[in-house]
């Protein structure tokens, strides 16, 4: 017999619905409770955790710096100066290094950090004798600027 | 360090320390705020919020700190008991006569950040009213901080040299009656 609307009878059905569905339960795995596991739920926890990504990583960027600047702290109170002073003097010194780099130093380099400090204490003792003296004494070697013609 | 092998040198910096402070007439707060500093870790480079890089502090001579201005009368330590009628204030001295480790202790306490660790960093923090320190305590330690006051000398702990030497605003005349 010709049925000419059996076409109509073929159903489309999904046959790869496990991949869909792992693809979004995959970013789930590590959660609490039944949302590593059920799909409904692990949908909604996984948008809001990709969400709360891009939002953080403009937080990120300040935990890191905060993080940087107490480390500095600590390395440069074991040299005996504070933090706004050694920051202060290092870049009247006209040396630009970033917190990064110094809080790297701090943990891997200490005696390039003993210099660091020792330098930006020699320059805030020339700020002093330059603010306190009389004018008489002659300029500190650090306290010179050095203008670069690029 | 070149001689160190990797596992030696990094169990060497991650070690917890014992550090000693002697709060022999210092604010508590200026003591609170360095025990606080040692505590959390933040003296360290390698300090990070996750890495539990605080060491342990050891307080003597908690009975003899010394507040600054009309505190020991003024400063109230107020508390509840949770029943009706159990509102509790106590002056700094009579908080001080009842327990002499409790205004460090407090003064500490509330300098440390308001999180879960609070707790566990307290409990690395070893306060003692006295000199006397238990033997295996005194066995730990490793460096004393610091004071954070400088204690200024009485009249009578100046040799009467020093005092001749100390120079003089003016001298007053030969006739000159004191009342």
Redesign the interface.
């Given at each position: 017999m010709v049925v000419l609307s059996a076409a109509r009878w073929v159903r489309s059905r999904l046959s790869d619905r496990f991949w869909r569905v792992q693809e979004v339960l995959k970013y789930a795995r590590h959660f609490r409770g039944r949302k590593n596991r059920c799909y409904k739920l692990a949908v909604k926890s996984v948008r809001r955790a990709f969400v709360r990504s891009t939002k953080a990583r403009r937080e990120k960027k300040r935990f890191l710096r905060a993080?940087w600047i107490?480390?500095?702290?600590?390395?440069s109170?074991?040299h005996g100066l504070k933090y706004p002073a050694f920051i202060s003097n290092l870049l009247k010194s006209q040396v630009e290094l970033n917190r990064k780099v110094l809080?790297d130093l701090?943990?891997y380099e200490p005696k390039t950090f003993k210099s660091l400090a020792a330098l930006a204490q020699r320059r805030r003792q020339e700020g002093f004798l330059a603010a306190l003296g009389d004018g008489k004494e002659p300029e500190g070697i650090f306290s010179r600027i050095v203008h670069h013609h690029y | 360090m070149a001689s160190y092998s990797r596992a030696a040198q990094q169990w060497a910096t991650f070690a917890r320390a014992w550090y000693l402070l002697d709060a022999k007439m210092q604010p508590p707060g200026k003591i609170a705020a360095a025990t606080v500093l040692r505590l959390e870790g933040?003296?360290?480079?390698?300090?990070?919020a996750l890495n539990d890089c605080g060491d342990h502090v050891v307080i003597i001579n908690t009975r003899h700190i010394a507040f600054s201005g009309n505190k020991w009368e003024q400063k109230v330590y107020s508390s509840h008991t949770g029943y009706p009628g159990g509102f509790k204030q106590v002056t700094a001295t009579q908080l001080h006569l009842k327990d002499p480790t409790a205004i460090v202790k407090l003064a500490v306490y509330r300098m440390l950040p308001k999180n879960l660790q609070r707790r566990t960093l307290m409990q690395r923090l070893h306060l003692f009213p006295e000199d006397v320190i238990p033997e295996d305590i005194e066995k730990n330690l490793l460096q004393e901080i610091p004071q954070p006051r400088a204690v200024p000398r009485r009249l009578d702990e100046y040799t009467p040299e020093e005092i001749a030497a100390f120079p003089k605003v003016w001298t007053p005349p030969k006739d000159f009656r004191r009342r």
């Amino acid at each position: 017999m010709v049925v000419l609307s059996a076409a109509r009878w073929v159903r489309s059905r999904l046959s790869d619905r496990f991949w869909r569905v792992q693809e979004v339960l995959k970013y789930a795995r590590h959660f609490r409770g039944r949302k590593n596991r059920c799909y409904k739920l692990a949908v909604k926890s996984v948008r809001r955790a990709f969400v709360r990504s891009t939002k953080a990583r403009r937080e990120k960027k300040r935990f890191l710096r905060a993080l940087w600047i107490t480390r500095i702290e600590a390395a440069s109170l074991e040299h005996g100066l504070k933090y706004p002073a050694f920051i202060s003097n290092l870049l009247k010194s006209q040396v630009e290094l970033n917190r990064k780099v110094l809080a790297d130093l701090a943990i891997y380099e200490p005696k390039t950090f003993k210099s660091l400090a020792a330098l930006a204490q020699r320059r805030r003792q020339e700020g002093f004798l330059a603010a306190l003296g009389d004018g008489k004494e002659p300029e500190g070697i650090f306290s010179r600027i050095v203008h670069h013609h690029y | 360090m070149a001689s160190y092998s990797r596992a030696a040198q990094q169990w060497a910096t991650f070690a917890r320390a014992w550090y000693l402070l002697d709060a022999k007439m210092q604010p508590p707060g200026k003591i609170a705020a360095a025990t606080v500093l040692r505590l959390e870790g933040r003296h360290k480079p390698i300090y990070h919020a996750l890495n539990d890089c605080g060491d342990h502090v050891v307080i003597i001579n908690t009975r003899h700190i010394a507040f600054s201005g009309n505190k020991w009368e003024q400063k109230v330590y107020s508390s509840h008991t949770g029943y009706p009628g159990g509102f509790k204030q106590v002056t700094a001295t009579q908080l001080h006569l009842k327990d002499p480790t409790a205004i460090v202790k407090l003064a500490v306490y509330r300098m440390l950040p308001k999180n879960l660790q609070r707790r566990t960093l307290m409990q690395r923090l070893h306060l003692f009213p006295e000199d006397v320190i238990p033997e295996d305590i005194e066995k730990n330690l490793l460096q004393e901080i610091p004071q954070p006051r400088a204690v200024p000398r009485r009249l009578d702990e100046y040799t009467p040299e020093e005092i001749a030497a100390f120079p003089k605003v003016w001298t007053p005349p030969k006739d000159f009656r004191r009342r």
